[in-house]
């Protein structure tokens, strides 16, 4: 029986917030620091994410972003904790309108890894959302608490068959080295193939909502002579928002990686800003915008990389505004 049937779960009832997700060795541990093992068993899966829901169900209701560093981390925790930070300064009793969502068929593909970090994937039915969700979790020794660090959001169509390794558990793909050569651009190069995508407008993206239609996007921005649009891509460098990349069964692979959006707009004489509660949160000891105000946002994006030779299709995305500056 494969893994994928014997991970499925039901998990209706359970109640979610909307997030603003080598051979074997002759040395075994328990652990897993050497030897390649399952980074979980199918009840550690289930608990993680019955942990998520309880703990994101009080933070996000709560606007308490100190909470959700308990079961987020990496671009996700980034983008969701400044969210939190900003939503608290506008209204610090909390969201009054805050309702759970529930999740249904929950599957889990989980990997055997050696070393750390570990990381499995949950895939999720939200209730009253069309698109399905990717959770990927994650952790650094058996001592930590699992986490998300990446989530996608995409139509079930979307959501690509995953391979399996002989055994039946979901193949990743290791970002460092000669990893992922194979593909039409290796995971680690992906984020700054990207961002010089959006800077130069070539690159081997297909046409779509987060590639082509942001160049337009942008163009029309600086159709207006009431103030001029700058922007900055750049690939996230930083180790806590490394890519990560898992194998489809047409020999491609998923690829969850993260990209820095910087804009900045200058506005003309006698003009204006209007500024919505958040952004003025973030911008409380970072300078009063009277010239220009440069948002800083972190995106999450997970894209399909074809084998061999072939265009890549950015299929999510998940972005937030984590700081903002004024002159």
């Given at each position: ?18 997030a ?25 899966a ?8 309880e ?80 959770m990927?979790?994650?952790r ?14 995409l ?6 068959e ?24 290796p ?10 995508y ?15 239609d ?44 993260t ?18 509660p958040?952004v003025?949160a ?46």
């Open positions: 029986m494969r893994l994928r049937g014997r991970l499925a779960t039901t998990t209706a009832g359970v109640v979610l917030s909307l603003m997700a080598a051979g074997l060795s002759g040395c075994m541990t328990v652990h897993g620091e050497k030897a390649v093992v399952p980074a979980a068993t199918q009840e550690e289930e608990a993680a994410l019955e942990h998520y829901v703990i994101n169900n009080q933070a996000k209701r709560d606007y308490d972003a100190e909470q959700n560093d308990e079961i987020e981390v990496g671009p996700l925790g980034a983008i969701d904790g400044a969210g939190l930070t900003a939503r608290a300064a506008e209204s610090p009793i909390g969201d009054p309108d805050f309702e759970p969502l529930q999740l249904g068929d929950t599957q889990f593909h989980i990997p055997q890894q050696a070393g750390w970090p570990k990381f499995f994937i949950a895939d999720t039915k939200p209730s009253g959302l069309e698109n399905r969700w990717l990927v979790f994650t650094n020794s058996v001592e930590e608490d699992w986490r998300v660090s990446y989530l996608a959001t139509p079930a169509e979307q959501v690509p995953f391979a399996e390794d002989g055994d039946g558990y979901l193949e990743d793909i290791p970002v460092d080295g000669d990893a992922g050569d194979d593909l039409a651009v995971p680690a190069e992906l984020g700054t193939a990207y961002a010089d959006l800077q130069h407008g070539q690159g081997p993206f297909t046409e779509g909502p987060f590639t082509s942001v160049l337009a996007e942008r163009e029309q921005a600086n159709s207006d002579a009431a103030s001029l649009m700058q922007y900055r891509d750049s690939a996230a460098e930083e180790e806590k928002f490394a890519p990560l990349a898992v194998r489809t069964e047409d020999g491609g692979a998923l690829v969850f990686f990209v820095h959006h910087d804009s900045q707009e200058t506005l003309a004489p006698d003009e204006t800003f209007e500024l919505n958040q003025e973030l911008l409380e000891t970072n300078g009063t915008p009277e010239h220009s105000l440069t948002l800083h946002r972190l995106a999450i994006k997970t894209a399909r990389v074809p084998a061999g030779d072939g265009p890549v299709e950015v299929l999510s995305e998940v972005q937030g505004l984590i700081s903002a500056e004024g002159r």
